[in-house]
């Protein structure tokens, strides 16, 4: 796991933009912590050391963007994304996913996406090869970086504010997020295999 408190210090506003917007779009970013590197930079902000405003706005921008980027690439790359070899940086199966999630629920897989580690970085790429409506993305793009960028951010701000010695709970804080993210995933994944059998 990364030590995301000495992440955060050491990457500061621009690391942080970097970080979310590759996580968003670029098919190599799937496996950098989204939910708690946001998290605890809202904590983090809530003890002085950032600013929570320009967090907010900043990550907002990167998410935005690193989706439209996905999209475009998807666009561009098309079908062949499904046959590309598999590599230490790409998971075909990982697109596949994206794909059946996003054949589910449509247009709401933009924003609910959002809240889903690997499917994230992957549903934008498969928007982009379904050609769907630019202008019905960037609509569902904005609306879903907005709640996901502000609900974590905000979530660490406030209960650093609150909860008195809040760095001691930090880690255990952070695994929760990291279990309850990947709950979804979890229930999709048995829900598919009780079908298959």
């Given at each position: 796991?990364?030590?995301?408190?000495?992440?955060?210090?050491?990457?500061?506003y621009v690391?942080?933009?970097?970080?979310?917007?590759?996580?968003?779009?670029?098919?190599?970013?799937?496996?950098?912590?989204?939910?708690?590197?946001?998290?605890?930079?809202?904590?983090?902000?809530?003890?002085?050391?950032?600013?929570?405003?320009?967090?907010?706005?900043?990550?907002?921008?990167?998410?935005?963007?690193g989706d439209?980027?996905?999209?475009?690439?998807?666009?561009?790359?098309?079908?062949?994304?499904?046959?590309?070899?598999?590599?230490?940086?790409?998971?075909?199966?990982?697109?596949?996913?994206?794909?059946?999630?996003?054949?589910?629920?449509?247009?709401?897989?933009?924003?609910?996406?959002?809240?889903?580690?690997?499917?994230?970085?992957?549903?934008?790429?498969?928007?982009?090869?379904?050609?769907?409506?630019?202008?019905?993305?960037?609509?569902?793009?904005?609306?879903?970086?907005?709640?996901?960028?502000?609900?974590?951010?905000?979530?660490?701000?406030?209960?650093?504010?609150?909860?008195?010695?809040?760095?001691?709970?930090?880690?255990?804080?952070?695994?929760?997020?990291?279990?309850v993210s990947?709950?979804?995933?979890?229930?999709?994944?048995?829900?598919?295999?009780?079908?298959?059998?």
């Amino acid at each position: 796991m990364f030590d995301l408190l000495a992440l955060i210090t050491t990457a500061g506003y621009v690391g942080l933009f970097g970080i979310v917007f590759a996580e968003s779009g670029l098919f190599f970013g799937f496996f950098l912590p989204g939910d708690s590197l946001l998290f605890t930079a809202g904590f983090v902000a809530s003890q002085g050391s950032l600013n929570i405003v320009v967090l907010l706005v900043s990550l907002f921008v990167a998410a935005v963007l690193g989706d439209s980027v996905g999209y475009a690439f998807g666009r561009r790359v098309g079908p062949k994304i499904f046959t590309r070899e598999e590599s230490r940086f790409f998971k075909p199966a990982h697109v596949v996913r994206a794909h059946d999630f996003f054949l589910k629920y449509g247009k709401k897989a933009i924003f609910l996406a959002r809240f889903l580690p690997i499917v994230r970085t992957f549903v934008p790429i498969v928007a982009g090869v379904a050609e769907m409506p630019y202008r019905e993305f960037v609509a569902y793009n904005i609306l879903g970086g907005a709640s996901w960028v502000g609900s974590m951010l905000l979530t660490g701000y406030f209960l650093g504010s609150l909860i008195p010695d809040a760095e001691k709970y930090l880690h255990v804080i952070v695994l929760i997020i990291i279990g309850v993210s990947f709950l979804p995933m979890v229930h999709e994944f048995w829900k598919a295999r009780k079908e298959r059998s």
